[in-house]
């Protein structure tokens, strides 16, 4: 079945860096779209990124665009998020998120980053 | 950015009731939105897509439409599972946008 595991988070001082992946399994990863959501700690989803299926097309929330970059190795089922100049405002869970048809079928269960001050 | 508005925030409901939560887009998304469920310490779960279409193994309680701009997503009849929260998300242009969520408790 189709999996989606995230991994990476932790507790960071601002302005440091982390790389979150999401190992992906039980489909065909390099033919889809992936995406990355967050949700602060009781608030809303604000989707960061997305990459296509060939890394040949990402776009970025303003939020994070210049900090964030989304990566991905098709030989290893694994999407990245590597997150620099960390923000207390970015503190949140972290889902990986497949595209089906550009919306999102599939999510993770999320990795927790909290940035401190 | 296309903004989302979702209403109510917040509704109370006893099992077996008729609930509608309503989402609408600051401009024309075609039918470019799906419904989320989320519960409590769980990832979003497809509901809807394409406004209208519901997603694979999803119960038909569940149900959307849409008039213009303005998208109504609908439990007929509230089951104890249904207890979460609710998101619109428009995926007609970038960045992709979130409504602010409806959660949906025991009365």
């Known amino acids: 079945q189709v999996l989606l595991v995230e991994s990476g988070g932790g507790v960071v001082r601002a302005g440091r860096s982390l790389r979150l992946s999401c190992a992906a399994s039980?489909?065909?990863?390099?033919?889809?779209?992936f995406h990355w959501v967050r949700q602060a700690p009781g608030k809303g989803l604000e989707w960061v990124t997305l990459?296509?299926?060939?890394?040949?097309?990402?776009y970025y929330a303003d939020s994070v665009r210049g900090r964030f970059t989304i990566s991905r190795d098709n030989s290893k089922n694994t999407l990245y998020l590597q997150m620099n100049s960390l923000r207390p405002e970015d503190t949140a869970l972290y889902y990986c998120?497949?595209?089906?048809?550009?919306?999102?079928?599939?999510w993770g269960q999320g990795a927790l980053v909290t940035v401190s001050s | 950015d296309i903004q989302m508005t979702q209403s109510p925030s917040t509704l109370s409901a006893s099992v077996g009731d008729r609930v509608t939560i309503t989402c609408r887009a600051s401009?024309?998304?075609?039918?470019?939105l799906a419904w989320y469920q989320q519960q409590v310490g769980k990832a979003p779960k497809v509901l809807i897509y394409?406004?209208?279409s519901l997603e694979s193994g999803v119960p038909s309680r569940f149900s959307g439409t849409r008039s213009g701009t303005e998208f109504t997503l609908t439990i007929s009849s509230l089951q104890p599972d249904d207890f979460a929260t609710y998101y619109c998300?428009?995926?007609?242009?970038?960045?992709?946008?979130f409504g602010g969520g409806t959660k949906v408790e025991i009365k």
């Open positions: 998120a497949r595209e089906a048809a550009d919306y999102l079928d599939y």
């Open positions: 039980g489909f065909p990863f390099s033919t889809y779209t």
């Open positions: 990459i296509s299926y060939d890394g040949s097309n990402r």
């Open positions: 401009q024309s998304i075609n039918s470019w």
């Open positions: 394409e406004a209208s």
């Open positions: 998300q428009q995926y007609y242009s970038y960045p992709l946008t």
